[in-house]
């Protein structure tokens, strides 16, 4: 007997919870802000919106149906089943981030607070979620290219925007970069780090980069397969180079990366607290992920 399908929504703590837990009361709150020019009316209203926006989803959920929730601090700990729908409420980014705990399964992006997103990922509002979740299974899905790192010790991890590898903090990079479609060219170098995105992601740090270089490759779109990589600042010297510092990866190319620092992270969708960590002399590989993210409607 198979089960009934699962919703699982996916939310995350609002600026007014952060600010009541750390000061303790709402008036301690509204004493803090106001000491800087900040009113907490208009945190309390967003807060307010956000709620309703989940409370809406959550009545629109079929009763013969069951239930999760997941905040974005436990989505690392979270089991996510075949047959779930994730209903995402809040911002884009958060769709980013339970992006790469996914196996397939079909998401749905609700906007908490129109106007204030882009809704490139969070397209639809709470009044659609009825509509949204009867045809969640069955009906028609983008299916969003994704970018992944594998180690040479099988640690994996996919990101749906951007897959950055260097140091943490500020310090500097120290790697072997290589290229199999220029070659097999290898450049030693050190820079701030190594940047690797999506078409979904040339909406955010990718086409900031982009810009800044004044690129002549064309950004990608979300559902192409296809990835721009850059490296950032890299540093000439008579050990390190400056010729590989952009491109574009296409099906199976892979950009891989040989660390010469003591320590490297990897890590996607600015989620740094949930990173591979690499050891001097491990090698990874970045390209197109084998798995994509189904974003409905």
Sequence with gaps: MSLAPRVVLVHRTTEYEE????????GQAAFFLSSRGRDIAEVAERHRRSREALAA?????PLTWRQARVERADLDRFLFAPEDVVVVVGQDGLVANVAKYLTGQPVVGI???????PGVLVRHRPA????????????GADELTMVE??????QRLVALNEIYLGAAGHQTARYRLGLDEYGGAVEPQASS???????TGATGWL???????GERLPLPGPTDERLLWFVREAWPSPA??????????????????????????????GMEGDAVELVWGQTVQVGVAGVRLRLVG
């Design 19 to 26: 600010l009541t837990a750390r000061h303790g009361t709402h």
């Design 57 to 61: 989803v959550v009545s629109a959920i």
């Design 111 to 117: 906007d908490a607070d129109p106007g204030r997103n």
């Design 128 to 139: 659609d979620a009825a509509a949204l979740l009867a045809s969640a299974h069955g009906g």
């Design 149 to 154: 790192a594998v180690a040479d010790d099988t």
């Design 193 to 199: 780090g190594v940047l690797v995105g999506t078409g």
């Design 207 to 213: 086409r900031s980069v982009w810009q800044e270089r």
């Design 240 to 269: 390190t180079g400056t010729s590989l510092v952009a491109g574009e990866l296409t099906g199976a190319g892979r950009l891989s990366l040989t660390v010469e620092s003591d320590r490297l992270i990897v890590f996607g969708d």
